[in-house]
């Protein structure tokens, strides 16, 4: 999410992955190792695979990002960040990012004005997150459905997670059911200002159409 914020990079869709995972005979399921996504990348023409680490030091968590060339595997740029307790991983994760953009080639006018903080954009819940995430990957493998309860989860673990409300809307239109639709689409829209620029987009042009007579 913090990456897509770049007008810069082009981040390889989770459908994408997953496609070409079932072209090359592999489990759209299986874990992507360090080498499996170099082979990945080389069949979408990325240049790059961006390797993500968190470790817990004590009571601290170290968050280390490392994006690697994916024809010869060498270090392309690195950074690191601290953070004070768990849940500031993803303010320390979305400060590792920026800098990323920075050494990957973005010009600094660019970041400046496309970086709206990870949790700021998203949400401030790793567990909110982590639910979101949850959501994402069962609607590509099982349905809107099956999928709907884990955004129903991330929602309640952070009240103003605007995507997760989005996400909700779009999920209850294609079920037919529009008043449910509605109210996750206006409380989304209400909380917009949350977003990074391309989830606005993404609030503002799948929003439900209100008809009135007359």
């Not at 309860?149 to 009240?159: I, N, W």
Request: aromatic share 6%.
């Amino acid at each position: 999410m913090d990456l897509g914020q770049s007008p810069f990079l082009n981040v390889v869709s989770e459908q994408k992955v997953r496609a070409t995972l079932k072209l090359m005979g592999r489990s759209q399921e299986e874990r992507l190792t360090t080498e499996l996504a170099r082979d990945l990348a080389q069949r979408t023409s990325s240049k790059a695979v961006l390797v993500g680490n968190i470790a817990q030091l004590g009571t601290q968590y170290v968050v280390t990002l490392n994006a690697i060339n994916a024809v010869n595997g060498d270090t392309i740029a690195e950074d690191q960040e601290q953070a004070e307790s768990k849940e500031k991983v993803l303010a320390a994760l979305g400060k590792a990012a920026s800098r990323m953009r920075g050494k990957l080639g973005e010009s600094l006018a660019s970041v400046q004005k496309l970086d709206k903080p990870l949790e700021d954009a998203t949400t401030y819940s790793l567990e909110a997150l982590k639910a979101f995430s949850e959501g994402e990957e069962t609607r590509d493998k099982k349905g809107d459905e099956e999928a709907i309860p884990f955004y129903q989860h991330a929602v309640e673990l952070d009240p103003n997670f605007a995507l997760a409300y989005a996400r909700l809307s779009t999920l209850y239109v294609n079920a037919g059911e529009i008043g449910r639709a509605i109210q996750y689409d206006t409380k989304a829209y209400e909380l917009s200002d949350r977003v990074t620029e391309h989830e606005r987009f993404y609030i503002m042009f799948t929003s439900c159409p209100i008809i009135t007579a007359g």
